[in-house]
């Protein structure tokens, strides 16, 4: 079992930045390191879209809308990743939810809400 819990999100104005979290809670026989994690995002009325993934290795994939702009990373350490976003634009605005997958299960977060005004 896995537990996430997302934070960070708030309201900034374009071309700014903010820092989300996302704190895992493995259950016993799960370890945080072997999880690929992720960020994905959800706007009114649109699918949930990838942001940004980071494997087990380290190794990080974006969805082209953000890429140059955010930066994912992990810190096993603290059962925690990170997405650093900088010049966020209004189209940005949407819930953002932390995913963590393990063979076949898919683990997400609440969610936290990313508001960029123009």
């Known amino acids: 079992q896995v537990r996430l819990v997302e934070s960070g999100g708030g309201l900034v104005q374009a071309g700014g930045s903010l820092r989300l979290s996302c704190v895992a809670s493995?259950?016993?026989?799960?370890?945080?390191?072997?999880?690929?994690m992720g960020w994905y995002r959800q706007a009114p009325g649109k699918q949930r879209e990838l942001v940004a993934i980071?494997?087990?290795?380290?190794?990080?994939n974006y969805g082209d809308s953000v890429k140059g702009r955010f930066t994912i990373a992990r810190d096993n350490a603290k059962s925690t990743i990170y997405l650093q976003m900088n010049s966020l634009k209004p189209e940005d605005t949407a819930v953002y939810y932390c995913?963590?997958?393990?063979?076949?299960?898919?683990?997400w977060g609440q969610g936290t809400q990313v508001t960029v005004s123009s």
């Open positions: 980071i494997t087990p290795g380290g190794t990080t």
């Open positions: 995913r963590a997958h393990l063979k076949y299960t898919t683990y």
């Open positions: 493995v259950g016993s026989g799960i370890s945080f390191s072997i999880l690929e």
